[in-house]
Nanobody, 124 residues
């Protein structure tokens, strides 16, 4: 089992920044690739960003490329999502998730463990 706990959400103005963290416990953190998903009100949960086990490979949905950065610190068992140039359409509950898949996967079904989510609200 892997337990994931997100933090860092809150209210930001358009153009501002937030940094989300996801602390993992349980099994060996570096055994897992990690991702961030988000779910806006009335919409399905969508993939945002992925990082491989070492942190050397990342992948983003087009809508956040150049604005968001995913990173991880395996010594701290933590994955981060730095969000810059925030837009109102970034408003959502953000979830981190863990997968043992060795290729980039964007579908929810591929992820074995999920956090409880953290709310991000961007005002215009």
């Amino acid at each position: 089992q892997v337990q994931l706990v997100e933090s860092g959400g809150g209210l930001a103005q358009a153009g501002g920044s937030l940094r989300l963290s996801c602390a993992a416990s349980g099994r060996t953190f570096s055994d897992y690739a990690m991702a961030w998903f988000r779910q806006a009100p009335g919409k399905e949960r969508e993939f945002v960003a992925h990082i491989n086990w070492s942190g050397g490979d990342t992948y983003y949905v087009d809508s956040v490329k150049g604005r968001f950065t995913i990173s991880r610190d395996n010594a701290k068992n933590t994955v981060y999502l730095q969000m810059n140039s925030l837009k109102p359409e970034d408003t959502a509950v953000y979830y981190c998730a863990a997968t043992t898949a060795i290729v980039v996967v964007t579908g929810e079904i591929a992820y074995d463990y999920w956090g409880q989510g953290t709310q991000v609200t961007v005002s215009s």
